[in-house]
């Protein structure tokens, strides 16, 4: 069992850019695959960014790829969102998430979820 929370969302500009972390409890941290999903009003759930145990595989959205880096502190038993760039597209809520299987960019893959933190990217 693992419990996330995320935070470090806010309001920016577009172009700016923000770091969200989200700080996972337990021991087991560095076995679980973590990603971090996003969810704008009237849509679907949809997979940004996804790292492995061992940070040695990660997996970008198209939308995202270039602009925004997946990153991990399995001492910290956090995981990190660096944002750059960002657009006005990418306003939504995002959530952490966590799971024992593989990198998986479906929300289905995934056992764990923090409660969302809201970007709002202003244009």
């Known amino acids: 069992q693992v419990q996330l929370v995320e935070s470090g969302g806010g309001l920016v500009q577009g172009g700016g850019s923000l770091r969200l972390s989200c700080a996972a409890s337990?021991?087991?941290?560095?076995?679980?695959?973590m990603g971090w999903f996003r969810q704008a009003p009237g849509k679907e759930r949809e997979i940004v960014a996804a790292i492995s145990w061992t940070g040695s595989r990660r997996y970008y959205a198209d939308s995202v790829k270039g602009r925004f880096t997946i990153s991990r502190d399995n001492a910290k038993n956090t995981v990190y969102l660096q944002m750059n760039s960002l657009k006005p597209e990418d306003t939504a809520v995002y959530y952490c998430?966590?799971?024992?299987?593989?990198?998986?960019?479906?929300?289905?893959?995934?056992?764990?979820w923090g409660q969302g933190t809201q970007v709002t990217v202003s244009s």
């Open positions: 998430a966590a799971t024992t299987s593989g990198l998986g960019s479906s929300t289905t893959d995934y056992n764990y």
């Open positions: 337990g021991r087991t941290f560095s076995t679980y695959t």
